[in-house]
């Protein structure tokens, strides 16, 4: 078994990743939807 000081370590990285992760998916999806729809992202924003 892991010690708590580990787990808790990996815990805060896999939260770190996702967070990065989201962010990066969010602004790819905010260009892909600047590329096909210019009138709708700007109303959005």
Do not use: G
């Not at 010690?3 to 770190?16: E, G, I, P, T, V």
């Not at 990743?17 to 700007?42: I, S």
């Amino acid at each position: 078994m892991k010690s708590r000081k580990n787990l808790r370590n990996n815990n805060q990285r896999r939260l770190m990743f996702k967070r990065n992760h989201q962010r990066m998916l969010h602004r790819r999806r905010q260009f892909v939807c600047n590329e096909l729809e210019p009138d709708t992202q700007r109303s959005a924003s």
